[in-house]
């Protein structure tokens, strides 16, 4: 498994504020860590098992990390660094996650982190799925209501069809998980 990390400090970089709503308010942040049961109404998880338990386990009160947001797609619009797989399809899509508590302020929590389950995750067995992780800036309005950063995590596993790359995208998944929680304890 491919995994790495960057970080996407610039002033014009993608941002996140956490609580979030669609301009529109179709869509909005979805404190799944206090409120679990609230998984039911994200359209992908509705569709994808696999990530509604992802979603669960992830923001489970013992846990370090929680959900800002997520999407799912297949598509067969494969980048130059994923050509290594051979392969014409890709499934997967992102999470964005940020610490529960206080690290959430701390740059080095997130590159501790991030080095950690890259370093796990490229000790996995080979398969074709690739994740990445971005640092990116964070404001939180919550009762901090200061800057402080999140993570998002770009998961895809690489097939032959959309049902081959779903598969490695899910076992993908599973080992996330896996060393999410290693690095958790």
């Known amino acids: 498994m491919e995994a790495d990390f960057s970080v996407e400090l610039a002033s014009d970089d993608e941002r996140l504020e956490i609580p979030w709503a669609a301009p529109d308010g ?19 998880a ?13 923001n489970a009160v013992s846990g370090i990390l929680q959900s800002a947001k997520c999407d799912v797609w297949c598509t067969d619009e494969i980048s130059p660094e994923e050509e290594i797989f051979s392969l014409p399809r890709k499934f997967g899509g992102y999470v964005d996650l940020f610490f529960s508590d206080e690290r959430r302020f701390s740059f080095s929590a997130y590159e501790n982190l991030l ?36 993570v998002t995590l770009y998961l895809f596993g690489f097939g032959a069809n959309e049902q081959a790359a779903r598969q490695q995208w899910q076992i993908g998944l599973q080992l996330l998980e896996n060393a999410m929680r290693q690095c958790a304890s």
């Open 26 to 44: 179709t869509l909005e942040y979805l404190d799944l860590r206090a409120h679990p049961e609230l998984i039911a109404q994200i359209e992908e």
């Open 46 to 58: 509705q569709h994808e098992p696999e990530l509604a338990k992802f979603l669960s386990r992830l």
């Open 115 to 150: 080095k950690k389950l890259t370093e796990l995750l490229k000790k996995a067995p080979e398969l074709p799925a690739a994740a990445e992780f971005l640092v990116r800036r964070c404001h939180f309005h919550e009762a901090a209501d200061q800057d402080g950063f999140y």
